[in-house]
């Protein structure tokens, strides 16, 4: 309690903290309800702004950010068939049908109040079980956070691709990304190739921007000259309407349970909570027929899932310093570019931070529901700028962005290089999301690793002796080699 009052003291004694939040859930809310811009790309666009800032400040707009452009998405899912973000394509199922039958309001309506709710209880798991499980992580050592490391890492390969194959291509592809510079342990230039720029390792703030905002640009401008649903807005409500919500209650804490959850789980995302809690809805549901017809269930069931999501994820990034969603993970950035390095430290170190980051993501899905819904027409209009006008901005801003946090070209060439590199993983179906964890986790399981066999004189039987590192371990052998079993399965029952 102490450190949450401690963080609440900080925001609130900082006018411009709320600012800064008002100006991040407005941005993220945008970034979010415009297809193509995601969350991810708001909040890496806008790291390297906070250079300048404290880090409550920092970590206040960037949370904002990620908190607005999570529900922003359900805009354009729900009144056009288009979802803002991947994980708003579960709200497209029920969203767009409610549309058609003339309640555009009253969609919107509950799945922006389905949004608060999921974040809210979100933040109250976020402020009961990251001091516990920080207390625990303190009992770590390189065994237990080597293995913690590599189940993140083995979930997402598992679960972000469609191919198991083209999973560990992206992760192996981040892994390397991960070990250049120089070696933590021996401290051996490791992939220079002779520039000296890059005995630091590559920048994460570059590299974000390059992955998602240059890559997606080149993607996006192949479909310029294609013409975009226009987003027409009559009317909004502030109030959901309550006959419409009479039987989503199970549906809502449906999303609750499933979307935090998840979200503690290292790097699976949005996109796998809002699937689980959309089929689960309408499995436990009275009138699983109505899903996919404008079913405010299925509505309740999705939004409720991606916001709670937020919360859980940054619950292992704060406790662990291992981010629980692609989101979290430019997060890192933010703290990295302040010198802080997240994990159990942090509540010892910088209790102020911990508890500003538990405050402003509570206070920023109260400030998302008012201004969602009361700025609504304002959005739609935004929602309609034309792409070519947006996308020149959005570059200028990466390219400044990284110059301006080491003043030096490089970085904006390694942006651009990454950029086409994106790109290149993304038309061969390579997922993005085990490029960056590889990218983020691959250091960390190398250094832990390499610590615990220094400390056991090579032998890989003291692990034996751990028994939470062996379950960890465990449950990424298991991530890996079930899906390929039930594959292989299918394949002989297929043959026969």
Known sequence: MSTIILGFQYVFSDPICIALMLLGVFVGIIFGSIPGLTATLGVTLFIPFTYTMSPVQGLTMLIAVYVGGIS???????????????????????????????????????????????????????????????????????????????MGLSVVVAMCSKSMIKGLIGALFGLVIGGIGIDAISGVSRLTFGFWQLQGGIS?????????????????????????PKIEFKKTTLIPPLREMKSCWKAIGIGCVIGTGIGILPGIGQNASTLISYNLARTVSKTPEEFGHGCPEGICASETSNNATNGGALIPLVCLGIPGDLTTSALIGGLMIHGLQPGPLLYNEHPELVGGIMCSYFLANVVMYIMELGLMKAFVRMVNVKLSYLFPAIVSCCVLG???????????????????????????????????????????????????????????????????????????????????????????????
Do not use: H
């Open 72 to 150: 922003g998405g359900l805009i354009t899912a729900t009144l056009i068939n288009i979802p803002g973000t991947p994980s708003s394509i579960y709200t497209c199922f029920d969203g767009y049908p409610m549309t058609k039958k003339g309640k555009p309001a009253e969609a919107l309506a509950i799945g922006v109040f389905c949004s608060l709710i999921g974040g809210c209880v979100s933040a109250f798991a976020l402020m009961a079980i990251a001091p516990q499980l920080a207390k625990i992580s303190l009992s770590f050592g390189s065994w237990e956070y080597f293995a913690v490391a590599l």
């Open 204 to 228: 994460s703030t570059a590299l974000m921007m390059g992955l998602f905002a240059i890559t997606e640009v080149f993607n996006q401008s192949l479909e310029l000259d294609k013409p975009r």
């Open 402 to 496: 990284v110059y301006t946090l080491n003043n030096r070209m490089f970085d904006v060439w390694v942006m651009i290089v990454f950029g086409f590199l994106g790109y290149l993983l993304i038309s061969l179906g390579i997922d993005m999301a085990p490029v960056i964890l590889g990218f983020i986790l691959g250091p960390l399981i190398e250094k832990y690793m390499r610590m615990a066999l220094i400390s056991s004189n090579g032998s890989w039987g003291d692990m034996l002796g751990r028994p939470v590192a062996v379950f960890f371990v465990i449950v990424a052998a298991l991530f890996v080699v079930v899906p390929l079993v039930r594959k292989l399965m299918e394949t002989t029952k297929k043959a026969k």
